[in-house]
């Protein structure tokens, strides 16, 4: 843990900070307007294909060449049922939702014609509700117990990726993400109704995995 966070730290060291740089990235000499989807999320609502969702469904950039400005947006809801007959007589009904936003700087670098190299830093928000309904019917009684637990998490990453330029309007990219949030968690469980909260610090790397398809405006 403590190598992560020392790791993007010095990443935020590295980046471009001196004043020619910070006047490149609000030149609007150069500008377009990026969408990007991932494209794994969107697969699975049709076939399904055992990836897990990631964390943001969309992305926007605002592209001034070499530099760019992004944000990310994504979700997650899922339901879960679950019956066990005799002797027990229970159900299990389960919810939980999740929403993620980021913004971020971004640089790039061409390896080739088609392909170029891109890093940059994050800053990260995310909230998340899980809720599960328990009942039981126990020799004919009746019973009915609730859990829930949310959470919000905020923190900083780092991006590095690559990106395949197919032409002028549309590229495809993928792309590694280095993340650090401080989380505040509060919940239940099915056998107290008193309230525990929690708090830490959590880093998550991902690696990659999908590809995002960009449109450039």
């Known amino acids: 843990m ?10 935020y060291c590295t980046l471009p900070v001196n004043g020619q740089d910070t006047t490149d990235i609000v030149d609007t000499s150069r500008v377009y307007h990026i969408i990007g989807m991932n494209t ?4 699975n609502q ?22 760019a400005i992004r944000f990310g947006l994504g979700g997650d809801f899922r339901r879960y049922h679950r019956s066990q007959f005799p002797p027990f007589q229970e159900v299990n009904r389960s919810y939980s939702y999740s929403l993620t936003g980021r ?9 080739t014609g088609r392909w170029e190299f891109f890093y ?10 899980e809720k599960t309904i ?4 126990i020799s004919g ?12 998490n905020i923190g900083v990453g780092a991006t590095i990726g690559i990106n395949f330029v197919i032409n002028k309007r549309i590229f495809i990219g993928t792309e590694t993400n280095i993340i650090v949030t401080y989380f505040i968690g509060e919940g239940n469980s099915f056998f107290s109704t008193q309230t525990t909260q929690d708090t830490g610090v959590s880093s998550q790397i991902i690696y990659p995995g999908l590809i ?4 450039k405006l």
Request: proline fraction near 3%; charge should be positive; charged fraction near 30%.
């Open 2 to 11: 403590k190598r992560l966070i020392t790791g993007i730290i010095l990443f």
């Open 40 to 43: 794994v999320n969107f697969i």
């Open 46 to 67: 049709i076939i399904y294909t055992g990836y897990q969702p990631f964390r943001y469904l969309l992305n926007y950039r605002i592209d001034f060449g070499q530099k």
């Open 103 to 111: 913004f971020g700087f971004e640089w790039k670098k061409e390896i």
């Open 120 to 129: 940059g830093p994050d800053q990260i928000i995310e909230w998340g509700k």
């Open 134 to 137: 328990r009942k039981e019917n």
């Open 141 to 152: 009684i009746e019973t009915e117990r609730i859990s829930f637990y949310k959470e919000i």
């Open 212 to 215: 995002w398809l960009y449109v």
